[in-house]
C-alpha cells in the first residue's frame, strides 16, 4: 500500500525524521510506539499527507471547533461527501439523515447527552472522543489516529479500539499504552530519535523490546542533557 | 540601546517598555501642550447644568419618541449596511489597495462623512446611514479579517481531504471566530448608536440633533433629560435589542425612514466636477488652459494651506491625542482594577461598572463644553474629554475580559495577587486596545474641532462652514495620510509582539520541511 | 419574500419623495431660540399654505451652512437666512432674491462684551483690545463672527489673529454669554438680540459681564427664495410669497424668528454683507 525509502524530515533546524525506510500493506493494524519527541506525530502526519484520499486522520491537535454543537464537529468528517450548499444549509439547521447517523455512532461511544450541546461545555475526554467520532464518520478504508484515546480510562480505550479496528480494513496508531500495543496490533514499530528501532510483526514481540526502547533511548538522551546543564 | 536595557534590566519586560515609552511621549506631548486653566468664575453657569441633572425635563423635547426610534433606526441600518460592504472586503483585505482603501475610508470621521453626503443626497437619510456604513464597513473588513487571521488551522487538517473549499472555509475556519465576531457586531451597534446619535449635531433626525442645541443654548433641563435617555438607551441594549427582534427592527427601520428626497445625479456630477476643485481651477475649461502659471497658482494654494492649516492642525491634533491617550491608559488601568470582580467587592464593582457606562456613553462632545466651562478654552478640556471616554470604553472591554478568567485556587483578591494573576493575562489586550483606540481617537479631535479646539477637525469644519470643500477635502486627505501612517506604526508595535507570543506559547508551529522523501 | 417586501418599500419611498417634489419646502433657524423648531415653524408652514395654496413644508437644519446646502440643491426653495448665509446662497444659486427681512434686521448691530477682570470701560469708541482673549460666536454667523471681525480689523487695524492672544468659537450666541461671563475668555462678540433676551431671562450678571461697544448698523437675517419657483408653482408665486410674508402679522408666528415684522428687501440691500465677507476672505 505504502513504502518509501530514506525519508528524512526536518523542522526549522531540528531533524524530527532521519533516513527511515517503511512499508506498510493494506489490511495491516500497526502501532506506533516510541519515547515522546522520537518522531511519531511527525512520521504519521507524513504518512497521512501521502495517504488522504483514503485515510481518515484523528490527529492529536483534535481541530475541535468551540463555537459548534457536538453534532456539526461529528458531521465534519462528512464534508466531502457532500455539495457544499448542503453542508452550509446543514450549519443552519441540521438535516434529519446525518442527524441521526451521528447520534448512533454518538450512543456507541457513549457521548450520552443531546447533540447540540456546545463543544465547549464539554470534559476532556468527551471532546476526544469527539474528534475519534469525526474521524470514524468519516467512513475511510484506512485510520490514522495520533494517541486517539489519552484521555480515556482502559477500559473504554479497549472497546473503542475494537470500534475503530471493526470499521477500517488498515489503522496505523500512535499508542502511549504499550500493553494495549501488544496485546491489538499486528504489528509494532519503534522510533527513537526519528530512527526505526523496532519493527516486529505479532508474535514475535515480548514486553522486552519495548523496555529496551524505551531505556536505550534513555541512555542515549541522558548525556547530552548533562552537557547542558 | 534597547540591547543594553534588556540586558541590565532582564526582567523589563516588552509591554513595560511600550507603556513607558508611551507615557515618556505623552509626558513631553502635555508639556508642548496649552494646558492653561483659565475660567475665573464658572461657578454659576456649572449651578445652572446642575440644576438642569438634578430636574431634568423629559417633556422639553419635541418629537421625543421618533428622535429615539431614529437613532436606534440609523444605527441599525448603518451596521447593516457596513457588513454588506465589509464582509466581502475582509476576504479581499490580503490585497494591499484593499487595506488602503479601507485605512482611508475609516480614518474620516461619520461626520465629515455626512458633510460630504450632505452636499449630494441633503438632509436625507442616506446621508445619515452611509455616513455609518462606510467607516463602519472599513473597519469590519479589518477587525473581521483580523479575527480569521487568528482562526486555528487545526481543523482543516481533520476535514476529509476532498472536502470542497466553500465548506472547508465555513467548517473550518468561519465556524471558529463567529462567536467573536458576533460579539464585536454587537459591540460595534453600541457604537453605532453613539455615531447615530452624533450625527444629530449636523442634521440628522436623532436624538444628537435636540442633545447639541439643548447644552450649545444651554437649555441644561432639556439636555440633561436627553442624556439619561440616551445613557439608559445604551445600558438597557442587552434587554431591547434580542438577536430574534433584528429583523424586525431593521424592516421597522426601513418603513418609518424619514422621506428620501429624490437624488439628483447632478448633485454628484457638480460636486466632482466643481465643488471639491481649487479656486484657481474653477475656470479651467480644457485641458490646453493648464499652463505653468496655473500649476504655480495651484501649488501655491496648497502650499498656503498646508503652512496655515493643515501643518498647525496636524501638530495640535497629534499633541491632543497622544496626551489624551496616554491619560485613557492611566484611566482604564485603574477603572478596569476597581470594576474587576477579581479585585473589588461586588458593590464596589458595580458601581465602577456603572461609572464607566455613563463615560463611555456620553459623546465626547458633551465632556468636553463641560470642562471647557470649568477650566476655559485651552486643550485641557478637550484631553480630559477624550480621556474619560475612551477610557472608559478600553476599561469596560477590559473588565468583560477579566471577569471571565480563571485563577489560581489561593488567589488572594488582594492588589498583589491582581497584579500577579489577572494584570498579567489582560495587559497585553488592553494594550492592544489603547493602540487600537489611538486611530479613534485621532478620528474623534474632529468633533472638538467643532468646539474650537484648533484642531485638524476645527479647519475641516470651517472648510465646510465656509463652503470651502475644496480646502476641506484637502485637510481631509491629511488626516487620511496621518492616520494611515499612525496605523502603521501601531500595527508594527503590536504584530510583532503578538507573533512572539503565539511562537511562545506554541500556536505556530513550524510546518516540517521536506527534504528527501521516496514513495 | 423578505427580499421583495424590502425592495418593494424601497420603491415605495422613492415614489413617495417625487410626490413630494410639489411640495414648496423652507427652512428657518432663528438667531435665538432653537427649540420646539419644528412644533414652532411647522404653524409658520401651516399660515404659508393658507396664503398660497400650495403644500408647505418645514425641515429643520442645523447650521447656516446646511441651510445653504440645502437651498443650493433644490431640498428648500426658501430660506430665513442670516447676512452672510444668504449672500453665500445667492452667490451659488444666481438668479435667487432676497425677499424681505425681518425689521430689525434693516438695522442689525452686534455688541462686543467684556469680563469685568478684563476692566475695558463701556465706551462710543472702539476699545482698544490688543492683548486680550477673545470669542465669536458660529463661524458661520453675521453678527457673531463676520462684522465683528471686520470692525476690529478695521478699527485697530490689523489681522485678528494678531490682535488677541487667543480666539475662539464658541458656536452660539448664548455660548459666547456664558463663557465670557464665566471668564473664560475675556471678550466676546454678540447678536444684540440674543444679549438684550438672554439679560431679560435673568441669566446674565452684569457685575461679571457687560457691554463695552456697539457696533454701527448693518443689514442681517433675510428670506431668500430660490430661482424657478414661478416655473414650478405658477407664475406669480414669487409676489404672492412675497405677500404672504410681508403680511405675517400674528405674533405667536414672528415670535419664532423672532420679529416684530418683515419688510421688504432686495438682493441690493445685501451687497455691503458681501464687500466685507471679501475683504475679511469668508468669501473669494
Known sequence: MITFENLTLKYADKLAIDSLSLTIEAGEKVAIIGTSGAGKSTLLAHLYLLLKDNAAYCSQKQGLVDGLSTYHNVYMGALAKHHWVYNLANLITPFKKPLSEVNDLCRKLELDFHLSKKLSTLSGGQRQRVALARALYQEQSIFIGDEPFSALDPIMAKRLLDLVFARHETVIMVLHDKSAALTHFGRVIGLSQGQLKLDIPHGEITSNHIDELYSGSVAEIVPETLNHA | MAADVTKHYPFFSYWQKVTLLLWLIAAVFFTLSDTEIISLEPWSELLRMAEGFMTPDFFATEYLLESLWQTVSFALLGVVGGLLFGVPLSFLYSNRLVAAFCAVTRSIHEIFWALLFLQVFGLSPITGILAIALPYGATFARVFNDILIQAPHTTTQTLPANTDRISRYFYGRISHVLPSILAYVRYRFECALRSSAVLGFIGMPTIGFYLETAFRQGNYHEGAALLILFIALIGTIGYWCRPKLILFYILAGLYTLPTIPSVDGMLLWRFITVDILPPVLLHVEHWHQIDLNLVNQLLSWAQKLFFTQALPGLAITLLLALSALAMAHIIALFSSAFSSRKLAGPVLSSCVKFGLLVLRSVPEYIFAFIFMMLLGPSMLPAMLALALHNGALIAYLTVRQSDTLEVSADYNGRLDGYCYEVLPQIYPNLMGLVFYRFEVILRETAILGMLGVATLGFYIDSGFAEIRYSSALFLLVCTAMLNIVVDMISRRLLITNINQQMTCSGNHQASPKTLGSAC | ?284
Open chain 3, 1 to 284: 419574500m423578505r427580499l421583495i417586501n424590502i425592495v418593494a418599500l424601497l420603491l415605495l419611498s422613492t415614489l413617495s419623495s417625487a410626490a413630494f417634489a410639489t411640495v414648496f419646502t423652507f427652512t428657518a433657524i432663528p438667531d435665538e431660540d432653537e427649540s420646539q423648531l419644528r412644533t414652532r415653524f411647522d404653524k409658520v408652514a401651516e399660515y404659508l399654505q393658507s396664503q398660497l395654496g400650495v403644500d408647505v413644508r418645514y425641515i429643520p437644519v442645523k447650521s447656516y451652512s446646511a441651510a445653504v446646502t440645502a437651498f443650493r440643491n433644490n431640498q428648500v426653495q426658501l430660506a430665513w437666512f442670516g447676512g452672510l448665509s444668504g449672500v453665500q446662497a445667492r452667490r451659488l444659486v444666481p438668479g435667487s432674491e432676497a425677499i424681505a427681512q425681518g425689521y430689525e434686521d434693516q438695522f442689525f448691530k452686534s455688541y462686543f462684551i467684556a469680563h469685568h477682570s478684563a476692566d475695558i470701560l463701556p465706551s462710543e469708541n472702539f476699545p482698544n483690545l490688543n492683548g486680550y482673549t477673545f470669542t465669536y460666536g458660529s463661524k458661520g454667523s453675521t453678527s457673531g463672527r463676520l462684522m465683528p471681525q471686520f470692525f476690529i480689523e478695521r478699527n485697530l487695524g490689523k489681522k485678528a489673529e494678531n490682535v488677541f492672544t487667543r480666539i475662539g468659537f464658541s458656536g452660539d450666541h448664548s455660548r459666547t454669554i456664558a463663557q465670557v461671563q464665566a471668564g473664560a475668555y475675556q471678550v466676546g462678540a454678540v447678536n444684540y438680540k440674543v444679549w438684550e433676551r438672554a439679560l431679560a431671562k435673568g441669566i446674565v450678571d452684569l457685575d461679571k459681564v457687560d457691554v463695552i461697544w456697539q457696533s454701527p448698523t448693518y443689514p442681517d437675517y433675510q428670506w431668500t427664495v430660490r430661482k424657478g419657483v414661478n416655473e414650478t408653482f405658477g407664475a406669480d408665486f414669487k409676489t404672492k410669497l412675497t405677500k404672504a410674508l410681508l403680511d405675517m402679522k400674528d405674533p405667536q408666528l414672528l415670535a419664532s424668528f423672532p420679529r416684530k415684522s418683515f419688510v421688504a428687501a432686495e438682493n441690493a440691500d445685501y451687497q455691503p454683507i458681501e464687500n466685507i465677507a471679501k475683504i475679511i476672505g469668508l468669501i473669494d
